[in-house]
């Protein structure tokens, strides 16, 4: 009866613990690692792929991976066009992918382009991940590059993006026949087309904004309860209100818990240097992981 008790007792103290936490998606919002010009930006994109030169046999296949470089250069236009005072004239935007085969001084100067955006390999296959209770598991693998070149064509930077992603699962009928039976790349054209676009937007990552989304938990004793209730509803004054006064407590633990969950209100809402200095006041009242965690990801990022 003792040992009984005794992991009751347990396990009521860990369903206490975890009822005292809630948790909050915080979403920081960040400019691009790189950037073009401050004032207009004008960029040319071609494509420097001749797929009538392509090893590639069979037609539907060339039709799927033309299909997938053309939504490359469409969805590259259109990040970047979403950047402020960029302009982009694409040249690379119809289903035969004409190829600019002029020198890349010569296209800028012919389009009064800063840059000159170049597609200048793709690839994509579909292959088996695995197999797992008689079911075959496939991804779709797909490679972009552009080359961006200065107008001058001297200086040029390689982007290279990848992707695996999972594409379609079937029944595994034995090695020998998943070489016969097994999805194509003819035949799945939209997760190619899907594939090569997340696979561009890595490619260009660095020029464009960008978003990291944290999952916070918020101490959730009686007494921060209110407070969190607030935060939980993005009335974050209010909760800044019902906080500060535990931040000079005597309770030093609660005073800890109230100065991150102040970490997280100040995250929530950008202003980083504050929130930095609220979880290094909760590691100060006392030894807090969710605050140095905080901290480790303020300094990453």
């Known amino acids: ?73 469409k969805y590259a236009q259109k990040q970047l066009e979403a950047l402020p005072h960029v302009r982009v004239v694409n040249l690379a935007d119809s289903p035969d992918m004409k190829v600019s085969a002029d020198s890349i001084s010569a296209l800028a100067s012919k389009y ?9 390999y793709f690839s994509a296959d579909i292959s088996l991940d695995g197999v797992q209770s008689s079911t075959a598991y496939y991804n779709t693998n797909l490679e972009v590059d552009f080359t961006l070149f200065e107008s001058n064509g001297i200086y040029s930077k390689k982007l290279t993006g990848l992707t695996t992603e ?8 034995g090695l020998i026949a998943s070489l016969v039976i097994h999805p194509t790349v003819g035949g799945n054209q939209q997760s190619i087309v899907t594939a090569a676009e997340n696979a561009t937007r890595t490619a260009i990552q660095d020029y464009l904004p960008y978003t990291i989304t944290h999952s916070r938990p918020l101490y959730n004793d ?14 974050f004054d209010k909760a800044y209100e019902l906080l500060k006064p535990f931040l000079d407590g005597k309770d030093s633990r609660l005073a800890s818990k109230a100065a991150y969950n102040l970490a997280v209100i100040y995250e929530e809402q ?24 905080l901290m480790q990801d303020l300094k990453a990022e």
């Open 1 to 73: 009866m003792k040992i009984i008790r005794s992991t009751v007792f347990i396990l009521l103290i860990l369903l206490s613990a975890c009822s005292s936490l809630k948790y909050v998606s915080v979403p920081i919002d960040y400019n691009p690692k790189l950037a073009f010009k401050p004032d207009t930006t004008n960029i040319l994109l071609i494509s420097r792929l001749d797929f009538n030169k392509t090893k590639i046999s069979s037609k539907r296949k060339l039709d799927v991976i033309k299909a997938g470089a053309l939504a490359s250069t």
């Open 112 to 120: 009064h382009s800063d840059y000159v955006l170049a597609l200048t």
């Open 166 to 173: 999972s594409q379609s699962s079937m029944p595994y009928m």
């Open 222 to 235: 009686a007494a921060l309860q209110p407070s969190v209730k607030e935060i939980l509803a993005g009335r």
């Open 270 to 293: 950008g202003d980083f240097d504050i929130a930095m200095d609220m979880a290094k006041l909760s590691i100060d009242k006392n030894q807090n992981g969710y605050a140095a965690n």
